[in-house]
């Protein structure tokens, strides 16, 4: 599973030293998982990085590479050992999504999306089929996805249209789900459906639909702003049958499963906007180093140097809060508020981030040969899915009123 072989370092890439490395992980990750983050680390920036440039450049997919993603562990990071996977507890495993991100966004919400479906089948699925699902989930050409978005729902869920219609041995769904990351490649899609008609919340189930069959239609979204090497679908699910066994948890608690889904995939998203603002961070001082101006490194100026030292603090209190939530997550403690505390101050902390290192670039980083640019892009995305930063807010104070 481990990637081994000489470190290879990426264009602003200080070289690193995995002492140096350790120092800055909790102190509570285990020897054995710093080793997995160090490999992932190597792998990402030896193998990734050049892929992500061109996976954005022709708008191609990333999961081009599942296999070996599959080969290393990746796709089964939360899984436990005995259904195949690596049963990594929740703080090592924000870590190693920073490190693919730092590489490749694109990678990173591809792993972060399918480890969501991956949780809430191991909290929520039917007794009789969740040791088969989750061994299914991390083995290779099982992808999965989170299905709720749909054109005229985003950041309302509960105000989803497409229905479940009870037949014979399980559900037959009608409607459509929009923005479906892995929607292309992807096999098991938690898609969020009305399986009753009163109107209300208790309506909805969280059903997991196996998507090889004729009924799925499939179209990619094209044109996207950033994370261009990340799968984007919309899916036309008439007709299609989900077994009455993969309904997850009961009827009626499809809002429930969504949202605890979100509180995880908001760690992970955090983790991807650290990825991507140490990299603009690591471009940015060593650009600053090379480019002269006046006679002199532009490191030398203090506005430059304010940028830089900005950046860093952003990045620091960033894998605090994401660590903090991590931590509650893995101890059973509510993480609900820790989550968006995280989610909400890493992903502006990225863009923040990445606007100064394109300002430090100057007309460099304007154009697309030069990583910020895309960085740049890649960093917008984060302060929308998984709940926009005015969800966040709503989030934070509601659990804050509601403590008081």
Known sequence: MMVSGPVRTAPGDQGYDKDMLADTMSTTISEDHRLLINAVRDYARGELLQLDAKWDREESSCCERLDQLYEMGLMGLRVPEDHGGLACPMLPYAHIIRELAY?????????????????????????????????????????????????????????????????????????????????????????????????GNKDLSMLLLDARQDAVERRPIH??????????????????????????????????????????????????????????????????????????????????????????????????????????????????????LAKLFASEAANRIAYRAVQVHGGSGYI???????????????TIYEGTSEIQRHVIAREMLKDA
Not at 368 to 382: G, H, K, M, P, S
Request: overall charge negative.
């Open 103 to 199: 590489a490749s966004p694109a990678v990173a919400v591809s792993v972060s999306v399918h480890t969501m479906v991956c949780e809430a089948v191991k909290m929520f699925a039917q007794d009789a089929v969740r040791d088969q699902l989750q061994q299914q989930l991390a083995t290779p050409d099982n992808l999965s996805a989170f299905a709720v978005s749909e054109p005229d729902v985003g950041s309302d869920p509960a105000a989803v249209k497409t229905r479940a219609e009870k037949v014979p041995d399980g559900w037959k769904l009608h409607g459509s789900k929009f923005w479906v990351t892995n929607g292309l490649t992807g096999r098991w899609f938690s898609v969020l459906a009305r399986a009753g008609d009163t109107g």
């Open 223 to 340: 044109g996207k702003m950033g994370i261009r090497g990340s799968e984007t679908g919309e899916m036309n699910l008439d007709g299609a049958f989900v077994p009455a066994e993969h309904m997850l948890g009961e009827p009626g608690d499809g809002l429930k499963i969504t949202l605890s889904a979100l509180d995880g995939g908001r760690i992970g998203i955090a983790s991807q906007a650290v990825g991507i603002g140490q990299a603009c961070l690591d471009l940015m001082v060593s650009y600053a180093k090379e480019r002269h101006q006046f006679g002199q490194p532009i490191a030398d100026f203090q506005a430059i140097q304010w940028m830089i030292a900005d950046s860093k603090t952003d990045l620091d209190a960033s894998q605090l809060l994401i660590d903090q939530a991590a931590l509650a997550k893995d101890s059973g403690r509510p993480f609900t508020c820790e989550a968006s």
């Open 368 to 382: 697309n040969e030069c990583r910020v640019e895309q960085l740049y892009r890649d960093a917008r995305i984060t």
